[in-house]
């Protein structure tokens, strides 16, 4: 049995999971909490604190096509409703861009979004457990 291993990255953690995910062969599934956005809607307009910044990253692309770099690991993007620093309207736009790559690799199954009701900047371990084993192998280890 070969171990696979997952990432979840929360707000400030997000950058470090999405990099993770992109970078490293041995991490097969991903869970950004708490971060997808465009950063014009959310590093951008309003003050953050300096681990959710990546120096120079606007000169490469916005958020979601980094983040549509992980296809087609699967990806659980959860958005909090009333998230005053990430704004769940930004987070659905981010959804729906980051989704079209998975659509076009036939992996549509494999990219998810959950929207935390009546919830303030939060993940959901829960949710993201849930996901996780839902893939096709269950045989992941969580790294939280």
């Known amino acids: 049995m070969t171990e696979q291993i997952s990432c979840l990255g929360f707000s400030g953690g997000a950058p470090a999971a999405i990099l ?10 991903a869970v950004i909490s708490g971060y997808t956005s465009y950063y014009q809607d959310s590093i ?13 990253v606007l000169n490469i692309a916005e958020l979601p096509t980094i983040i549509s770099a992980i296809a087609p690991k699967p990806l659980l993007i959860q958005a909090a409703e009333k998230d005053h620093l990430f704004p769940v309207d ?15 690799l036939n992996k549509k199954n494999k990219i998810a979004l959950e ?7 939060s993940v959901s371990a829960a949710a993201a457990i849930e996901f996780l084993n839902n893939q096709k192998n269950k045989d992941y280890g969580l790294i939280l």
């Open 115 to 121: 929207i935390i009701k009546n919830a303030e900047h």
């Open 90 to 104: 930004s987070a659905r736009r981010a959804y729906q861009e980051i989704e079209k790559v998975y659509r076009f």
């Open 20 to 29: 993770a995910a992109l970078f490293e062969d041995n991490i097969k599934a």
């Open 44 to 56: 951008m307009a309003r003050r953050h604190c300096l681990d959710n910044y990546l120096p120079g």
